[in-house]
Nanobody, 121 residues
Framework: QVQLQESGPGLLKPSQTLSLTCSVS??????????WSWIRQPPGKGLEYLAG???????DFSPSLKGRCSISRDTSKNQFTLQLNSVTPEDTAVYYC?????????????WGHGTQVTVSS
């Protein structure tokens, strides 16, 4: 079975950099036709797509992040990492990694459980 698990700090101060790692088992992050993705859900709001990476290394970014977002990966560990710079309280959300299998509309077949990230001074 495919499993994804998020890890990283749960509390940040404004201006710091968020780094979250998704550990994947049961599926290679170099698998074809997959968009390894990060999605978040702010309190009381809907899901917001952040970014995703394909096996080729292509990265699809949400323009709403104003260029603050990046994705990296470690294929030897089967992990991919979200980096979000210059966080503000508006970045407070539950962050998920997920395996994207279709665009327009986006569809994900496996999700991590999510991790709460709070940005507060």
């Amino acid at each position: 079975q495919v499993q994804l698990q998020e890890s990283g700090p749960g509390l940040l101060k404004p201006s710091q950099t968020l780094s979250l790692t998704c550990s994947v088992s049961g599926s290679s992050i170099t698998a074809d036709s997959i968009l390894w993705s990060w999605i978040r859900q702010p309190p009381g709001k809907g899901l917001e797509y952040l970014a995703g990476m394909r096996a080729s290394g292509y990265i699809d970014f949400s323009p709403s992040l104003k260029g603050r977002c990046s994705i990296s990966r470690d294929t030897s560990k089967n992990q991919f990492t979200l980096q979000l710079n210059s966080v503000t309280p508006e970045d407070t959300a539950v962050y998920y990694c997920a395996r994207g299998v279709a665009p327009e509309p986006r569809r994900y077949d496996y999700w991590g459980h999510g991790t709460q990230v709070t940005v507060s001074s």
